[in-house]
């Protein structure tokens, strides 16, 4: 059963995608008015140490942009990872991602590939330093665009390991076919999750 934080994150997704569909009406200063109100509800329960700390110390990813149940801007993705290393992905991107007209935005399909990418580089870290492994490249082809609500598969391997080096490759694809392709080098932090007070090493 979904938690209440992320009852609320979709209830925002529904009214982000609304927000999208409406024009100049004379409702929406009372829609800002009643929205400001909810905001300040939250904000007097505001705690400024927990987003950061959730984050580092939680085992699931809960606020990230692309698979955070808890945030509002993520889809969110369920991003499984096979027992061969491969991360993939089922989404169909609304109007929130829209960059040309009816098509996905090419930044969007950069971070969902970045993230992709880090999934198929946390399941074999083997020989690699303990530290957190962070994008240093991603390099991006746009073969075709990619349309709003329709199926896209995003989907990515591991590549290579050498040192603290980890390279990466991936794609999205619709309908079969592969629209943005990318590839990502990853480098492993000196800073390890041991070093950071309380860090389970889960992200
Ligand atoms: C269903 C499965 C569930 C699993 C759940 C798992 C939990 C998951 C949790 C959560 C979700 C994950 C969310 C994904 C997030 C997506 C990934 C991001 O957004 S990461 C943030 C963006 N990236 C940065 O902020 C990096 C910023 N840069 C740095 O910190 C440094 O520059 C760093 C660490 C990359 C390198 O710095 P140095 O000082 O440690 O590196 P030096 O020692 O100089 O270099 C090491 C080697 O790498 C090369 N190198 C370094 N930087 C390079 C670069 N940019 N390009 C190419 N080579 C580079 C060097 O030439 C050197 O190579 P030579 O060993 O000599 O061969």
Do not use: C, W
Not at 19 to 26: E, K, M, N, S
Not at 106 to 135: C, K
């Amino acid at each position: 059963m979904p938690a209440p934080l992320e009852d609320v994150a979709d209830a925002l997704r529904r009214m982000m995608d609304l927000l999208l569909r409406v024009d100049d009406d004379p409702a929406l200063g009372h829609i800002t008015s009643e929205l400001h109100a909810v905001s300040d509800l939250l904000e007097a329960e505001f705690d400024d140490e927990r987003p950061f700390d959730k984050m580092l110390h939680s085992d699931a990813p809960r606020h990230d942009p692309v698979s955070g149940v808890e945030n509002a801007i993520a889809p969110p993705i369920v991003v499984e990872v096979d027992s061969d290393g491969t991360a993939h992905a089922e989404v169909d991107f609304g109007l929130p991602y829209q960059g040309p007209k009816g098509l996905l935005h090419g930044g969007i399909s950069a971070l969902f590939l970045d993230h992709v990418l880090s999934l198929a580089n946390s399941n074999n870290r083997s020989g690699v330093d303990n530290g957190f492994l962070v994008t240093a490249q991603l390099s991006l082809r746009y073969h075709k665009p990619v349309p709003l609500f329709e199926r896209a598969t995003v989907s990515a391997r591991q590549t290579s390991i050498d040192g603290r080096k980890v390279r990466a490759a991936g794609e999205i694809s619709v309908g079969g076919e592969v629209a943005v392709s990318a590839e990502g080098l990853f480098i492993a932090t000196r800073i390890r999750p041991a070093d950071v007070p309380g860090d389970k090493g889960g992200a």
